[in-house]
């Protein structure tokens, strides 16, 4: 597991540990919203509502060196949400997979950096994602190799929820299940909202949990913004031996930054300077 470079936290104790994640992740929330704002584009609503999920993962539960990105040992992390991806860049930079100065490229020309995640040339990603629906199969496929070649790396996969509405995953969880991938691990982001409206008025999925484990998974529920709640699900995995696991976290769309909080527009909003000032000061800081 990687430490960052400022913090021991497994030295630390648990409230000392839960607030220093807190921290990162609201260090994730202000790059992000810097990057889509230089950048002119972006999803910073999502961006927000996963924070928690990728800080408690690279910070708390992947076994990951950043400066062997590349080790065949390494546990898989997949963001088929890769619309999300200024918050999966703001973690990699200071989880040290490159630089943080290097996040003020993002979705320039040539810049590594790109919309969705590219898996040439930037170390620390796994797939090449933003297609919604292809994060969960490939993930799947990750993990039956791992199987065959008796490996004991784990894959994990975070997929929004309005993405669930893409009929790929379901195969992928009938698959996972029939191959009986314990060492797959998928999140699901279930802030809710998706591009335009609330899930459940575009297309329902609940029960979501009952379905889910309709195609063999075990699934359980957590405050995705709950570091202790997040950190005991992923640290309880394989939930049963010989299945698939499948946390529901619930997060809010744009958390922490209160004129974003729940609200569909900031999908793919892009905050003026002024917003920017504003969102900043809410998360306790500037851009950094």
């Not at 409230?15 to 790059?31: G, Y």
């Not at 088929?80 to 999966?88: F, P, R, T």
């Not at 195969?171 to 809710?192: K, P, S």
Request: proline share 5%; charged share 20%.
């Amino acid at each position: 597991m990687h430490k960052y470079p400022s913090l021991d936290l497994d030295a630390a104790s648990g409230d000392a540990q839960i607030t220093a994640l807190r921290d990162l992740a609201n260090a994730v929330r202000r790059h992000s919203l810097g990057m889509v704002h230089g950048a002119g584009a972006g999803h910073p609503g999502g961006d927000l509502s996963a924070a928690d999920i990728l800080t408690a993962l690279y910070f708390g539960v992947l076994r990951i060196d950043p400066a062997r990105p590349g080790d065949p040992l390494r546990d898989r992390f997949i963001l088929s949400k890769g619309h999300c991806s200024a918050s999966l860049y703001a973690t990699l930079a200071m989880a040290g997979f490159f630089p943080v100065d290097e996040l003020a490229s993002f979705m320039q020309p040539r810049s590594r950096l790109s919309g969705h995640p590219h898996r040439a040339g930037l170390p620390g990603i796994e797939a090449s994602t933003g297609p919604l629906g292809h994060g969960l199969p490939i993930a799947a496929g990750a993990a039956l190799a791992a199987k065959i070649d008796g490996a004991a790396w784990r894959t994990y996969v975070l997929t929004g929820d309005g993405e669930l509405q893409e009929g790929s995953n379901w195969e992928a969880m009938m698959a996972a299940a029939h191959y009986q991938l314990d060492n797959l691990t998928l999140i699901v982001d279930r802030n809710g909202i998706q591009q335009g409206d609330r899930t459940e008025r575009i297309l329902k999925l609940e029960p979501l949990a009952d379905k889910i484990r309709a195609f063999g998974w075990r699934v359980r529920e957590v405050d995705g913004h709950d570091f202790t709640q997040l950190l005991e699900a992923f640290r309880a995995t394989p939930f049963e031996a010989g299945s698939p696991s499948c946390i529901i976290a619930h997060t809010t769309k744009g958390k922490g930054v209160s004129f974003i909080e729940d609200r569909a527009e900031w999908h793919h909003h892009v905050p003026t300077s002024a917003e920017l000032e504003a969102a900043l000061a809410e998360l306790g800081g500037t851009a950094q």
